[in-house]
C-alpha cells in the first residue's frame, strides 16, 4: 500500500511541477496532461540529480521534494523547447 501511496504522491507532485514549469517556460509547448506530469516526474529525477551533484553528495537517483522537481522540470523544459526550437512547424516527418 505504501508503493501505490508514494506513485500517487508523485502523480500529483509531477502534474504540480509540470504546470509551474510550462507557466515559467516561456513559448508554447504543445504538451497534453499526460506529458505535462512525465515532464514533473521527470523533473523530480532531475532535480534531485542535480541538487545531489551541487550538494556534493555524489551522484545519486531518486526523486526530489517540490522545489527540486520544478528546477528539474524547468531544465528538462528548457533542453526540450532548445532542441526542438529549428524544427518546421505544422509539418510532420
Given at each position: 500500500?505504501?508503493?501505490?501511496?508514494?506513485?500517487?504522491v508523485l502523480i500529483?507532485?509531477?502534474?504540480?511541477?509540470?504546470?509551474?514549469?510550462?507557466?515559467?517556460?516561456?513559448?508554447?509547448?504543445?504538451?497534453?496532461?499526460?506529458?505535462?506530469?512525465?515532464?514533473?516526474?521527470?523533473?523530480?529525477?532531475?532535480?534531485?540529480?542535480?541538487?545531489?551533484?551541487?550538494?556534493?553528495?555524489?551522484?545519486?537517483?531518486?526523486?526530489?521534494?517540490?522545489?527540486?522537481?520544478?528546477?528539474?522540470?524547468?531544465?528538462?523544459l528548457l533542453v526540450?523547447?532548445?532542441?526542438?526550437?529549428?524544427?518546421?512547424?505544422g509539418t510532420r516527418?
Amino acid at each position: 500500500m505504501e508503493i501505490l501511496w508514494n506513485i500517487i504522491v508523485l502523480i500529483v507532485v509531477g502534474a504540480i511541477a509540470g504546470f509551474i514549469a510550462r507557466a515559467v517556460v516561456p513559448g508554447k509547448q504543445s504538451m497534453s496532461v499526460g506529458m505535462t506530469i512525465v515532464l514533473g516526474v521527470i523533473g523530480s529525477f532531475v532535480g534531485n540529480l542535480l541538487g545531489s551533484l551541487l550538494s556534493g553528495r555524489g551522484f545519486e537517483i531518486g526523486t526530489a521534494g517540490i522545489i527540486g522537481s520544478i528546477i528539474g522540470a524547468i531544465v528538462v523544459l528548457l533542453v526540450y523547447v532548445f532542441a526542438t526550437r529549428g524544427r518546421a512547424r505544422g509539418t510532420r516527418v
